[in-house]
């Protein structure tokens, strides 16, 4: 069974930069597509990005391009967000969560959250 752990986070300035990691354990990562999420208090999640089984195709939320960058490390099992000129709305709990590769569209997935596996989450903060 496919495991995720997320980490990376901490409290971080205004314009400041964070990289997370979500580490994949019991099966071979490459055979996913894996997605960022994010939930902040009162509000519903949301798909930040998300990246093909193989990494060549990726999709960003409009708030977050530009800022934010998606890759992953097959041989490594692990997929990473790098987050720069970070902003206090960028806070909130950030998930990792993973599908079989070709069930859905990496579009489809960071748009519905359509997802078989979710990490316990690692919490953001932007704030000065």
């Known amino acids: 069974q496919l495991q995720l752990v997320e980490s990376g986070g901490g409290l971080v300035q205004p314009g400041g930069s964070l990289r997370l990691s979500c580490a994949a354990s019991?099966?071979?990562?490459?055979?996913?597509?894996i997605g960022w999420f994010r939930q902040a208090p009162g509000k519903e999640r949301e798909g930040v990005s998300c990246i093909s089984s193989r990494g060549g195709i990726t999709r960003y939320a409009d708030s977050v391009k530009g800022r934010f960058t998606v890759s992953r490390d097959n041989a490594k099992s692990t997929v990473y967000l790098q987050m720069n000129s970070l902003k206090p709305e960028d806070t909130a709990v950030y998930y990792c969560a993973a599908k079989p590769s070709g069930v859905v569209s990496v579009q489809a997935m960071c748009l519905s959250g359509s997802a078989d596996y979710w990490g316990q989450g690692t919490q953001v903060t932007v704030s000065s």
């Open positions: 019991g099966v071979t990562l490459d055979a996913y597509a």
